[in-house]
């Protein structure tokens, strides 16, 4: 929105699912059909009238404690260290992990806590101002504010994760790159885009 102070719109990059193409015919008009993604707005009042929780700093770092301190993150660890072998691994980028400053699902308030130690890039183009200045704090790097930023990052000595998220990120990279791990949600668990 040109020289609005605050706009209520936002762009942002809306993904047309693969096999949605081939299958059935997506929304929109026929001239859309044969692409994959579209730019599309989305409104911001909506999003902001959910409100922030209290004290979102202090709930980021009491999650992340007891997500480093429990049975789950030793057995992660264990696990992909296993499957990672002698590779290198340079980053690693999380894809859609939501704005855990918002009142929302408490799985999606924690989701950044499981990735803390590890992570080096976070991709979300919904993050409130709030979470992104807690993110860059803990020496997170955002990219992609309208959506496919993150992509770019993606090289042969990198991680990948991604869960819940609203573009078919596996379908992406593909294309791209082959990152040394990806770690997602699989076909039908909770979301129909992975």
Not at 2 to 21: G, S
Not at 107 to 127: C, G, I, M, N
Not at 152 to 173: G, L, M, N, R, Y
Request: proline share 5%; with cysteine.
């Amino acid at each position: 929105m040109f020289q609005v102070q605050k706009p209520i719109w936002k762009p942002h990059i809306k993904y047309q699912e693969y096999w949605q193409l081939v299958n059935s015919n997506p929304g929109g008009p026929i001239e859309t059909y044969p692409w994959s993604y579209l730019v599309d707005w989305s409104n911001q009042i909506a999003r902001d009238f959910l409100g922030h929780i209290a004290q979102p700093t202090q709930v980021f770092r009491d999650s992340n404690l007891l997500w480093q301190n429990s049975t789950t993150c030793k057995q992660l660890a264990g696990l992909v260290s296993s499957l990672l072998g002698a590779t290198t691994v340079k980053k690693v980028l999380c894809f859609g992990l939501g704005d855990f400053c918002r009142t929302a699902p408490e799985w999606l308030k924690r989701q950044h806590d499981s990735w803390d130690e590890t992570s080096d890039v976070t991709h979300d183009p919904d993050y409130t101002a709030l979470a992104e200045d807690i993110l860059t704090k803990k020496e997170f790097k955002i990219v992609g504010h309208h959506g496919a930023g993150g992509f770019a990052e993606i090289d042969d000595e990198s991680i990948v994760i991604s869960a819940f998220t609203a573009a078919p990120v596996k379908q992406i990279i593909a294309d791209i790159a082959r990152p040394a791990l990806i770690i997602s949600t699989g076909f039908g668990v909770f979301n129909d885009d992975e």
